[in-house]
C-alpha cells in the first residue's frame, strides 16, 4: 500500500517519521528527506529522480516551515542530541508526497521504515505542521517500524 492510499494514518498515532533502518555514523536514524538528498549529493540519482527531488523538496519548502530557520539551534547536536522531525499525522498532504521518496530509496535499495508514535521523545519544536524531538532512551515505549520499504522488497 502507497502511504498516499493510507487514510488509517491520522488514526493510528499522532506523529509519523520515515527514515533508515540503520544508523548512521552518529547513531542516528536518517530520515527519507536526508537519504535521498544524500544520494543526489553523490551524484546517485537519475534524472528523472533528481526532477523529482528538485520539484518536490522546493514544495515541501513552501509548503511548511523549517525549524531550522525558526529556531537555528533545533538541531544543534549538543543542545538536542538526536533531534528528528516527525510529521504531524493530520498533515495528509505532507505525507503522502512521501511515496515518490519511498520509491527513489527502493529503486537504488535503501530499505526504509514508518515509524508511528504519540510519544517519540522531548519536543523541542513545534507548528501546526510537524515537530522535532529529541528521541527517548532506547527501552521499553519506543516507537517499533510499522512498514519497511525499500532494499528488502
Not at 12 to 28: I, K, M, P
Not at 61 to 81: F, M, Q, T
Request: some cysteine; aromatic content about 10%; proline content about 6%.
Amino acid at each position: 500500500m502507497k502511504i498516499s492510499e493510507a487514510g488509517w494514518l491520522a488514526n493510528e498515532a499522532l506523529y509519523v517519521r520515515f527514515q533508515s533502518t540503520v544508523r548512521n555514523r552518529r547513531g542516528h536514524f536518517t530520515g527519507v528527506f536526508g537519504l535521498v538528498n544524500g544520494l543526489a549529493r553523490d551524484g546517485k540519482l537519475t534524472a528523472e529522480q533528481e526532477r523529482f527531488r528538485r520539484a518536490n523538496n522546493d514544495w515541501y519548502n513552501a509548503a511548511y516551515p523549517d525549524p531550522s530557520s525558526v529556531d537555528p539551534g533545533v538541531y544543534d547536536r549538543e543542545l538536542h542530541p538526536g533531534a528528528a522531525a516527525w510529521f504531524k499525522s493530520t498533515s495528509q498532504d505532507l505525507i503522502k508526497r512521501v511515496d515518490g521518496y519511498l520509491e527513489i530509496l527502493a529503486a537504488h535499495g535503501i530499505a526504509c521504515c514508518m515509524m508511528r508514535s504519540s510519544d517519540p521523545g522531548r519536543i523541542v519544536y513545534e507548528d501546526e505542521y510537524q515537530i522535532v524531538v529529541v528521541p527517548h532512551e532506547v527501552g521499553p515505549g519506543q516507537p517499533s517500524p510499522a512498514t519497511i520499504r525499500g532494499g528488502d522488497e
